[in-house]
Structures are given as structure tokens and as C-alpha cells.
């Protein structure tokens, strides 16, 4: 047995609760067959936490965030909190524990399965075998930026209804410094090449980032390879050929946009994972958060019809990052695959090739068990 990894599991709203429940399947598998031992609590954030508590996030669960070796994070948000006040909509929770963990780098895999090829609106032969991975910046940029509001203005001819939102897209070397190094110390790991996306065209923070991607790689990484793109001519590279890319890294807005393009191209938002890192913390262990990239999907909550792949994908992004359980992640994903393989399809999969259509419990199950006639 190896000492009890502490984890917190918040499954947020919608759909999260309904695709958690499949991931503690699979933490329970672990303990019971791999000589790991986590000690496991559950908390509210998002509309649950504003439920019971009026705020999407308790300052008892923040303090909690800060103490474990990582957090399960299922989804947050739906259309009963739509006319809260900004600062108590469900996202707020999110964003709140993304800033306060200092969670700088958030990776987002976009991995194509082979059973799942003919689901993405690319041609099969274009993600047969796509393997890429967004580096996104998470704690800085337009999120976060001040200032930021919405004000009255004057109400003259030219500003008819008299009022000016603003928001501020605020980049530090240090901030870009930090999230570079995170990308190419993965690239090292992988393909060894790195695309730094940003729109040094026409934003001067992007021409800040440019400078700074090049100056980690020219001091710190010159044997891994750099190249730059403006973000929307990498949008359209990414639906073109995503093939060409290893690792994307960008900032936090163009990292939100790009991944949700690029998980697309995988078949179904319902299959990627992503992995929220931050500093190391005092056990060498980074301060970590993991959850799927979809949203709550409010439309289907409660239905069994959620994929609860990709917030079991995020644990096995746990074990690897968080516990360096590599070998232990390449077996869940290895069950992930085989499932898929076998023909297991919730509702988002349904569609080309037909497959056996299952429910989000089914799904967890045969993930359970593929695991197991591994063992
Ligand atoms: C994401 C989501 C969040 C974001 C929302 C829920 C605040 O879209 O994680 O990509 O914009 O970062
Ligand atoms: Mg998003």
C-alpha cells in the first residue's frame, strides 16, 4: 500500500453528479486491486454550492481544495442560475478555485480514438491517429484582468443607451514564462514540438507573449522545436490539419475557444479530459485540479444519457500527474479504448457504425470491467 492520495471530489451541477459517480467506480477499483489507497470526500461548488450555501464556492471548500494532492471537478452551471448576480453565477466557483490553487496550466489532450474516427465532422483519414495537446493559461489574461465591469457612460447620440463594459487582457512575463516552460517540459515528453498561439497582429500582450514563448525556448528548451501562429489562423489550422500539431500552447481565452474546436474533432466533447496544474506544492506534488472539458449539459441531466468517459479520463490524468501513476493511467485508458472498441456508445456516440447504446452507469460499468480482465 502506498500512502492514502487525499483527493476532493466536487461534482458540481448538471450532468457532473451522474458522470462522478462513474469516476468513484473507478477509484474504488483501483483501491480494491492496485495497492493504492485514497482517502476520498465529496463537496458542493457551482449551483449546488449556491443551494445551500448562496455562494458557488464555501470558503470551507476552498481551504479544503488547498489541502489535498488533487481535486475532481464534474461540471458547473445551468440555466436556473442564469439571472443570479456575476458574482454568484456557478462559473464564479470555478473560477474561484482555478485562481486561489493558482492553477496556471491547464492541459487539454485531444486524442482521437480509432473506434470513434468517423464520429468527428473531419474526415476520417484527417484524425485517424490525432494526438495533440492544449497548454492553456488559466489564471490570467481577459479572465482575470482589471479593469473589468460593466459602467454608465454618457448617454449621447454616439453611445445610445449609455453604458461601456470593459474587460482587460493583462499578461506579466512571469505569468508567460511559467506556462511556456510547462509546455515544453511536456513536449519533451511527447512529439517535441510546441506551437505558441496568440494574436501579436493586433494585441501588444501578444506580442508580449511571442517575445517571452521565444525567450524560454532560446535559453531554456532550443533542442525542443518553437513555432508561432496568430490564434485564428490556428483555428483554422487545427479543422485543416491537425495532424501538424504536437503542442498548442496559448493564452487563457484563445485556449478556451481553440480546445472546445479542437475537442470537436475528436468525435464528442463527451471524451476529453483536462488537467489543472499550478506549483509544486510541499510533498513535490503540483497543486492540482481535474475535470472533463464539457459543461454540465443541463439539457440531459438526470437522463443517464452523459459520457462519463471524459471525467473518468481526467483520472487517469490524476494518476499520472498527480500520483505518477503512468502505468496505472495507460491501463484506464486502455479500458477506455477497449470499451469503445467493443461498441459501447452513451447518446453523444451514437451515430455512424451504429453500437450498442449504453447509459452513463452502463458505460462506467464496462469500464470497470474491461479493467478488470486486464488484471
Ligand atoms: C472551460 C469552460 C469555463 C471557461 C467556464 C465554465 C467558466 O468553458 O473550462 O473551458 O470558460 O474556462
Ligand atoms: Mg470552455
Known amino acids: 500500500m502506498t500512502a492514502p492520495y487525499s483527493l476532493l471530489v466536487l461534482p ?6 451522474e458522470v462522478m459517480a462513474e ?10 486491486n492496485r495497492g493504492m489507497s485514497f482517502d476520498v470526500s465529496h463537496d458542493l461548488v457551482g449551483g449546488s454550492a449556491y443551494d445551500k450555501h448562496g455562494v458557488p464556492l464555501a470558503d470551507e471548500t476552498m481551504a479544503k481544495a488547498q489541502q489535498v494532492d488533487a481535486v475532481l471537478l464534474g461540471a458547473v452551471g445551468g440555466p436556473k442560475y442564469d439571472d443570479l448576480d456575476f458574482s454568484l453565477k456557478p462559473e464564479r466557483g ?20 480509432d ?14 491517429g490525432l494526438d495533440i495537446l492544449i497548454v492553456r493559461e488559466l489564471t490570467s489574461g481577459i479572465y482575470f484582468g482589471e479593469p473589468r465591469g460593466i459602467h454608465d457612460d454618457n448617454n449621447t447620440p454616439e453611445n445610445e443607451g449609455g453604458r461601456v463594459g470593459i474587460n482587460t487582457q493583462r499578461y506579466t512575463s512571469g505569468e508567460i514564462r511559467r506556462v511556456a516552460r510547462s509546455a515544453f517540459e511536456l513536449a519533451k515528453r511527447r512529439g517535441n514540438r510546441v506551437c505558441s498561439m496568440e494574436k501579436a497582429n493586433v494585441m501588444e500582450s501578444g506580442i508580449l507573449w511571442r517575445e517571452e514563448v521565444q525567450w524560454v525556448h532560446d535559453n531554456e528548451y532550443p533542442d525542443v522545436e518553437l513555432s508561432h501562429m496568430y490564434a485564428d489562423n ?7 490539419n491537425p495532424r501538424q500539431f504536437d503542442v498548442i500552447v496559448t493564452d487563457n481565452l484563445f485556449g478556451d475557444l481553440l480546445s472546445d474546436a479542437a475537442a470537436m474533432l475528436t468525435g464528442s466533447l463527451g471524451m476529453l479530459p483536462s488537467a489543472s496544474l499550478g506549483a509544486p506544492m510541499e510533498n513535490g506534488r503540483p497543486k492540482a485540479l481535474y475535470e472533463p472539458v464539457h459543461g454540465s449539459a443541463p439539457d440531459i441531466a438526470g437522463q443517464g444519457k452523459a459520457n462519463p468517459i471524459a471525467c473518468i479520463l481526467s483520472f487517469a490524468m490524476a494518476l499520472r500527474y498527480s500520483f505518477d501513476q503512468g502505468d496505472a493511467a ?21 451515430g455512424p457504425g451504429g ?16 479493467l478488470s480482465t486486464r488484471t
Open 12 to 17: 458540481g451541477d448538471g450532468i457532473g453528479p
Open 234 to 240: 490556428g483555428a483554422m489550422q487545427l479543422v485543416r
Open 355 to 370: 453500437g450498442t447504446p449504453v447509459s452513463t452507469s452502463e458505460m462506467g460499468d464496462r469500464i470497470v470491467a474491461a
Open 94 to 113: 470555478l473560477l474561484r478555485l482555478r485562481k486561489e490553487m493558482d492553477l496556471f496550466a491547464n492541459l487539454r489532450p485531444a486524442q482521437c480514438f
Open 330 to 350: 495507460a491501463e484506464l485508458e486502455r479500458a477506455v479504448e477497449k470499451v469503445l472498441a467493443d461498441g459501447a456508445r452513451t447518446a453523444d456516440l451514437m
Open 23 to 32: 469516476v468513484v467506480k473507478v477509484i474504488d477499483w483501483f483501491q480494491a
Open 115 to 128: 473506434a470513434l474516427a468517423d464520429f468527428s465532422s473531419l474526415k476520417r483519414e484527417v484524425v485517424t
